[in-house]
């Protein structure tokens, strides 16, 4: 029986990482004024609403298909 594996990989990394096929998460406060209590610094719920409003994007063909989501945990 064949099986696929349907989840998206989810990397951290920076910006400089982004293939062509990858969607790009910044969180907000992110970059030279990066401080402590951004949403990447914080309890999760900001990630997880910030992924599912992408995903729902992507279902409704309004952001462009994507194989992979790198989230810019340190900007270039």
């Known amino acids: 029986m064949l099986r696929i594996d349907a989840r998206i990989p989810v ?5 400089s990482a982004a293939r062509p096929q990858d969607a790009v998460l910044v969180p907000p406060g992110s970059g ?21 409003h992408l995903f729902q994007q992507r279902a409704r063909g309004e952001v462009r298909w994507f194989t992979r989501i790198l989230i810019v945990a340190d900007p270039d």
């Open 11 to 15: 990397a951290f990394g920076p910006a």
């Open 32 to 52: 030279p004024d990066h401080v402590a209590g951004c949403a990447c610094c914080l309890a999760r719920t900001p990630t997880a609403e910030a992924l599912g």
